[in-house]
């Protein structure tokens, strides 16, 4: 068992940062990869970022490259969310998802690879 507890939301105005941070606890952090998805009111839920075991391979949306910046410390059992630049059509729920039971040496882009989940957090980005 795994559990993701998300911090670091909130309000913000475009052209801000925010920095997100998802702690896990459970089976050995370092083993697997995670990923940051978001979901928005009455849209899908999509694919932010993800990182690999030991952060040698991410891989980002295209709405977000070159804006974001996922990161892990292995040492603090901690995935985080640098997110620069911001804008209105950030705004969402942000979750963090571990992918247990995979080779964490990739950086998985779909919902479906990840099989733990936390609860959320809110930004909120204003214009």
């Known amino acids: 068992q795994v559990q993701l507890v998300e911090s670091g939301g909130g309000l913000v105005q475009a052209g801000g940062s925010l920095r997100l941070s998802c702690a896990a606890s459970?089976?050995?952090?370092?083993?697997?990869?995670m990923g940051w998805f978001r979901q928005a009111p009455g849209k899908e839920r999509e694919f932010v970022a993800a990182?690999?075991?030991?952060?040698?391979?991410?891989y980002y949306a295209p709405s977000v490259r070159g804006r974001f910046t996922i990161s892990r410390d292995n040492a603090k059992n901690t995935v985080y969310l640098q997110m620069n630049s911001l804008k209105v059509e950030d705004t969402a729920a942000y979750s963090c998802?571990?992918?247990?039971?995979?080779?964490?040496?990739?950086?998985?882009?779909?919902?479906?690879?990840?099989?733990?989940w936390g609860q959320g957090t809110q930004v909120t980005v204003s214009s």
């Open positions: 459970g089976r050995t952090f370092s083993t697997y990869a």
């Open positions: 998802a571990a992918a247990l039971g995979k080779s964490g040496r990739y950086a998985y882009t779909g919902a479906y690879e990840y099989n733990y």
């Open positions: 990182i690999s075991w030991s952060g040698g391979n991410t």
